[in-house]
C-alpha cells in the first residue's frame, strides 16, 4: 500500500487544511484592521478625552467641592484624580491596546504620556499638569482597555473549522470508493474476482463502480475462457493423436492404405480443431472499421453456403467487414448443421440507426434454459446438438466474442412455429 502521507486523501486534507488556515489568517487580519484597531482607537480617544476633561473640571471646580468630584468620578467612571503622591513609579502592567491609550492621551496633553503602576495595584496612573496643579489621573485597564471581540474571532474559527471538516467529509466520501476501487483492481490483476464495488454515491462514482465490476466480470470471463480453451486443447487433441500414434505403430509392421487414410483423417481433424481454437482466441481483438454494403456481404454468404437470396436494398455500414462475415457464416453453418435438413433464411432488416442480420431454421430449436449457455465455449447439447453431429462447440462461443469485441448484439430464440431464430444486431452510426 501506498504511504498514507502519498495518498490522495492525505494530500487533499493536508492543501484544504492549508488553504482554511491562510483563510483564517487573512480573515482575522481583515477584522484585525478594520474592526479592532478602529474601535480600539475610537475607545482610546473617548477615555482620553474624559480623563482630560474630568482633569480640566477639577481645576475649575471650588476647592470644597473637588473631593465630591472625586468621589464622583471613582463611583461612576473609576478613575482617580489626585494631588496626593501615587507612589506610582514602576512600568504599568501590559494590556490589550495600551499603545492606543498612550498616544490618544499624548495627543490631548500636548506632550508625551507613559502609563505607569503602583506594585501590587492593577491601575494605570499618569501625570497631567495643568493649571499650576501636578494632578494624577489613574484608572483601571480591565475597564477601559479595548476587549478583542472575541465572538467575531471565534464565528471564524468555528466556521472555518466546521467548513474544513465538512471538506474532508466529502473528500472521504470520495477518496474510500477509490481506495476500494485500486484493491479491487489489484486483485483483478492476481487473476482473483473481488467483491463487486458498492454501486452507490455520486452518479459519476456509481457508474465507475458499475463499469468496474462489468469489467472484473469480463476478465474473469476471459480468464475462465483461457482456461477452457487449453483445457478443451488437451482433451479434444489427445483422441486423434492417440489414433494418429496407433495408425503409425501399425504401419510399422503391416503398411496399409487404408491406415494411411485414416491417419490422414486424425490430421484433418486436429487442424480442424487448432483453426477453431486460433479463431476463437483472435476474436479478442476488435477489426478496423470500413463502410461496406451489408446486403452485399449477405448475397456472398449466402452464395457461398447455398442460400436462396432474395436480396434486400443496400445497407452501408461502419464497421469490421471480416468479423461481420465470420459471424454470418458462422450462424448459417450452425443452423444448416443442427436445423435438421430444414431450409435456412437469411433476412436482413435495415433502419436509420440499426441493422439486424436475422438466420432462421426450421429444426428442434434449444431448450429456452439453454440459449446463452450454448454461447460458452465447448458446450453443446447432447440432444439436438451433441459432438456426435461434429462441430467443436466453439462457432457460437467465436460469433458472441466476436460481436461483443466490435460492439454488437447477438442472441438465440425460439420460433412460435418451431425452429431457432438467431439476430445479430448492428448500430449503423450513418454519417
Not at 494530500?11 to 487580519?29: D, E, G, K, S
Not at 480600539?40 to 473637588?66: H, K, N, Y
Request: aromatic share 6%; hydrophobic share 50%.
Amino acid at each position: 500500500m501506498k504511504p498514507v502521507a502519498r495518498s490522495l486523501y492525505a494530500r487533499t486534507a493536508l492543501t484544504l487544511a492549508l488553504a482554511f488556515i491562510v483563510f483564517q489568517a487573512a480573515a482575522f487580519w481583515v477584522v484585525y484592521r478594520t474592526l479592532i484597531v478602529p474601535v480600539a482607537e475610537r475607545s482610546a480617544d473617548d477615555l482620553a478625552g474624559l480623563i482630560v476633561l474630568s482633569a480640566q473640571t477639577w481645576v475649575e471646580l471650588p476647592p470644597p467641592t473637588r473631593a465630591a468630584f472625586e468621589r464622583e468620578l471613582a463611583r461612576r467612571h473609576g478613575l482617580r484624580l489626585t494631588t496626593a503622591a501615587t507612589a506610582a513609579a514602576a512600568d504599568a502592567p501590559q494590556f490589550a491596546f495600551r499603545a492606543q491609550i498612550e498616544a490618544a492621551l499624548s495627543r490631548r496633553v500636548g506632550g508625551p504620556i507613559v502609563l505607569r503602576g503602583v506594585p501590587g495595584t492593577a491601575a494605570a496612573w499618569l501625570d497631567i499638569p495643568l493649571g499650576g496643579h501636578d494632578l494624577h489621573a489613574g484608572f483601571f485597564p480591565d475597564r477601559y482597555a479595548v476587549k478583542p471581540p472575541l465572538a467575531a474571532i471565534a464565528v471564524i474559527a468555528v466556521g472555518a473549522f466546521l467548513s474544513l471538516l465538512t471538506a474532508l467529509f466529502l473528500v472521504r466520501r470520495l477518496t474510500v470508493p477509490l481506495a476500494r476501487a485500486v484493491q479491487a483492481a489489484s486483485q483483478v490483476g492476481a487473476g482473483e474476482l473481488p467483491e463487486p464495488l458498492p454501486e452507490t454515491g455520486p452518479a459519476e462514482l456509481a457508474e465507475l463502480a458499475r463499469r468496474f465490476n462489468r469489467m472484473a466480470a469480463e476478465v474473469r470471463d476471459l480468464l475462465d475462457n483461457r482456461t477452457t480453451l487449453l483445457a478443451g486443447i488437451s482433451h479434444d487433441l489427445r483422441t486423434p493423436m492417440t489414433r494418429l500414434q496407433l495408425n503409425l505403430e501399425m504401419l510399422r509392421d503391416a503398411p496399409s492404405a487404408a491406415r494411411i487414410d485414416r491417419a490422414v483423417a486424425d490430421l484433418a481433424d486436429m487442424n480442424r480443431l487448432i483453426t477453431g481454437y486460433l479463431e476463437l482466441a483472435r476474436t479478442t481483438q476488435a477489426e478496423m472499421k470500413v463502410r461496406f454494403d451489408l446486403a452485399g456481404l449477405l448475397e456472398e454468404v449466402a452464395a457461398d453456403a447455398g442460400l436462396s437470396w432474395q436480396g434486400a436494398v443496400p445497407c452501408e455500414i461502419e464497421a469490421g467487414r471480416l468479423a461481420m462475415r465470420q459471424i454470418v457464416t458462422n450462424l448459417v453453418q450452425n443452423a444448416q448443421r443442427y436445423g435438421g435438413g430444414t431450409p435456412v433464411e437469411l433476412a436482413l432488416e435495415c433502419t436509420g440507426k440499426l441493422a439486424r442480420v436475422i438466420v432462421r431454421d426450421a429444426g428442434a430449436g434449444i431448450p429456452d434454459d439453454q440459449l446463452e449457455k450454448v454461447f460458452r465455449p465447448f458446450y453443446r447439447l447432447e440432444a439436438s446438438r451433441s459432438q456426435a453431429t461434429g462441430g467443436t462447440g466453439l462457432g457460437l462461443a467465436i460469433v458472441r466474442q466476436l460481436a461483443e469485441t466490435n460492439g454488437w448484439t447477438v442472441s438465440l430464440k425460439n420460433r412460435a412455429a418451431g425452429g431457432l431464430e438467431a439476430t445479430l444486431e448492428i448500430r449503423r452510426g450513418v454519417r
